[in-house]
C-alpha cells in the first residue's frame, strides 16, 4: 500500500520560497498521478499542481503559475514542490496525494492516497 509523509513546510516571509518534498514507500509513485493540493480552514481541497506517472506533463494552478514548480523523481520514490515568491494567501495546510486515473486530474475525489499534510505559513 502507497504511503505518502509530507516535509518541509514552516514558516516564511512573503517572497520567500520554500520546497516540499513527498516521500512515498510501499509502491512507486511512477505508478501514480500526483498531485499537490492545499487546505484552509473552512475550505475545500484545492490542488495547485499535479503531474503525471513518467513526470512529462504537469499541471499547475492560475494562482501559483510561474511561482510554484512540481516535479516528481522517480528514482528516489519522491515529488517536489518548488514554491517561490510566496504570498500570505498561500498559507495552509499542503497535501501530496497519489491519482490511478489515465490521466492527471485536478479532482481530490479521485485521489485515494494522501500524506498527513505540512503546514505553510507566509507572514506579510
Known amino acids: 500500500q502507497l504511503q505518502l509523509v509530507e516535509s518541509g513546510g514552516g514558516l516564511v516571509q512573503a517572497g520567500g520560497s520554500l520546497r516540499l518534498s513527498c516521500a512515498a514507500s510501499?509502491?512507486?509513485?511512477?505508478?501514480?498521478?500526483m498531485g499537490w493540493f492545499r487546505q484552509t480552514p473552512g475550505k475545500e481541497r484545492a490542488c495547485v499542481a499535479a503531474?503525471?506517472?513518467?513526470?512529462?506533463?504537469?499541471y499547475n494552478a492560475n494562482s501559483v503559475k510561474g511561482r510554484f514548480t512540481n516535479s516528481k523523481d522517480n528514482a528516489k520514490n519522491t515529488v517536489y514542490l518548488q514554491m517561490n515568491s510566496l504570498r500570505p494567501e498561500d498559507t495552509a495546510v499542503y497535501y501530496c496525494?497519489?491519482?490511478?486515473?489515465?490521466?492527471?486530474?485536478?479532482?481530490?475525489?479521485?485521489?485515494?492516497?494522501w500524506g498527513q499534510g505540512t503546514q505553510v505559513t507566509v507572514s506579510s
Open positions: 510501499g509502491r512507486t509513485v511512477s505508478s501514480y498521478n
Open positions: 503531474i503525471s506517472r513518467t513526470g512529462g506533463s504537469t
Open positions: 496525494a497519489a491519482d490511478q486515473s489515465t490521466t492527471p486530474t485536478l479532482d481530490p475525489h479521485a485521489y485515494n492516497s
